[in-house]
């Protein structure tokens, strides 16, 4: 990771956090900050069930994002993301109540259909774009209204759980991840998400496949004179996308929820938006995604215990994400015009947008 990134997301932070503050003091007052502040620490990390909350929380967050950080880094600006998170969930809410057996078998028989489930939806987003010659972006996004859709038809018509009324949920699941710590949400997929991270960094870093990753996005034309057939390519790179997507919504159900619930993945507040935020945000193929998806996750948990204390709602975590990610985007664009002073811009140029997003350096 090289400074000038460094600099552009602590930068970001910074604007993100004013921003809240700003918002704080205009709501409840500028005398309210202060308990503003301990509120939001005390929500994000000041007892063992916040801590474990907000583990839990970036799960998803770390997981979705690595999925979106290995499409923007072959240049495929595939956002539909939110749309295998919800795949993966309900496969999991209708798998888990189904499969008899041992409780790890079970685990590991939902998780295995959330992955693939996720990754079949990735697929449809592939092939739909390749056959439709429709923009993957266009697509994707498209997608997730029909995910969001399909979810709460399934559900209902379907996996609903007789004993629920007035609630579109699935049957509760027999067995759960295991819990790491009582009274709290902190659950052990936690090990899963940082398994795939490490899996990720080293791939990007030290094998053949992340370096072909990393060309394909840069110069996907040479990539292709390389050997690199585009649409396989880019069909096993939505696949492994939609794969980690769909696993994350199998840990949420398998470890918080513990049933689907209809209306809690998907739509505008889905941590598969946050972790595509993550993916902007943090530099790809970097342990930092870690850290980077607790603090995106501790905004959430920790402005809850604000909304608790001085009555501003917890969805300010949204436009502070929202802020966060367009200050990191324009400080990423000036530091690469700013090291090409010769370069001619190009306001149009789609390889110095691709670059931009992915974080990463311009051909």
């Known amino acids: ?26 709501v409840a007052g500028s005398g309210e900050l202060p308990i503003a502040g301990k509120a939001f620490i005390s929500g994000a990390f000041g007892s063992a069930t916040a801590w474990g909350a907000t583990v839990a929380t970036a799960v998803p967050v770390l997981l979705t994002g690595i999925g979106a950080s290995i499409a923007f880094r072959a240049g495929i600006f595939n956002l539909g993301q939110p749309g295998m998170f919800v795949a993966g969930a309900v496969a999991a809410g209708a798998v888990a109540p189904a499969v008899p057996g041992p409780g790890w078998l079970n685990v590991v028989i939902t998780l295995a259909a959330s992955v693939a489930i996720g990754a079949a939806w990735a697929a449809v987003i592939a092939a739909g774009s390749q056959i439709t010659a429709i923009d993957v972006l266009v697509l994707s996004l498209i997608m997730n209204y029909l995910a969001d859709g399909l979810a709460t038809l ?32 902190f659950h052990s997929g936690v090990f899963l998400a940082l398994a795939a991270c490490v899996v990720y960094w080293w791939v990007m870093n030290r094998s053949r496949a992340g370096h072909r990753l990393q060309l394909y996005g840069r110069n996907p034309k040479f990539a292709a004179a390389s050997g690199t057939a585009r649409r396989g390519y880019e069909m096993r790179v939505t696949v492994a996308t939609g794969s980690l997507c769909g696993l994350a919504g199998g840990v949420q159900v398998l470890g918080v929820f513990l049933r689907y619930i209809d209306g809690s993945i998907g739509g505008a507040a889905s941590y ?38 001085v009555g501003v709602s917890s969805r300010l975590s949204l436009v502070v994400q929202a802020v966060v990610m367009i200050a990191v985007a324009y400080g990423r664009g000036r530091a690469q015009r700013s090291s090409e002073p010769n370069a001619q811009p190009d306001a149009g140029s789609s390889a110095e947008q691709k670059t931009v997003l992915a974080g990463g350096v311009a051909p």
């Open 1 to 26: 990771m090289d400074y000038r990134s460094a600099r552009a997301m602590a930068g970001a932070l910074l604007v993100g956090l004013a921003l809240a503050g700003a918002v704080i003091a205009a």
């Open 154 to 185: 399934l559900t209902t018509r379907v996996f609903q759980d007789p004993a629920v009324l007035g609630i579109i949920e699935t049957r509760m699941v027999p067995a759960r991840l295991p819990l790491l710590a009582q009274q709290s949400s």
């Open 272 to 309: 598969a938006w946050t972790g595509v935020i993550l993916a902007i945000l943090v530099p790809l193929g970097t342990l930092l995604l870690i850290p980077g998806a607790m603090f995106l996750a501790s905004l959430q948990t920790g402005l809850l215990g604000v909304e608790r204390a």
